[in-house]
């Protein structure tokens, strides 16, 4: 059974900066790509940032600039830092991983969401 365990969610105002955490834990046998989506009340949910085993970055149009992804091999974690906060950033944040559980299952595992609120 794999585990992925946010923190780090609450409220900030416009402006203020936010780090996110993702820990996956439980039988693990490799990990690949990890990233972080967000789902607004009323809209789906929508990739973040992305990054690869390798280190290889993605970001949504939206949050370039502003939002920086990073990860660390050893300890199976995944992080979202988050400057310039705007209020079209609140939403619920979930950490997503494609982990393999032995040399042949593999899927996606998410993890149960963090609300991140932008207000003044």
């Known amino acids: 059974q794999v585990q992925l365990v946010e923190s780090g969610g609450g409220l900030v105002q416009p402006g203020g900066s936010l780090r996110l955490s993702c820990a996956a834990s439980g039988r693990i046998f490799s990990m690949y790509g990890m990233g972080w989506y967000r789902q607004a009340p009323g809209k789906q949910r929508e990739s973040v940032a992305t990054?690869?085993?390798?280190?290889?970055?993605n970001y949504a149009d939206s949050v370039k600039g502003r939002f920086t992804i990073s990860r660390d091999n050893a300890k199976n974690t995944v992080r979202l830092q988050m400057n310039s906060l705007k209020p079209e950033d609140t939403a619920v944040y979930y950490c997503n991983a494609d982990i393999g559980t032995d040399w042949i299952q593999r899927k996606d595992y998410w993890g149960q969401g963090t609300q991140v609120t932008v207000s003044s």
């Open positions: 990054i690869t085993s390798g280190g290889s970055t």
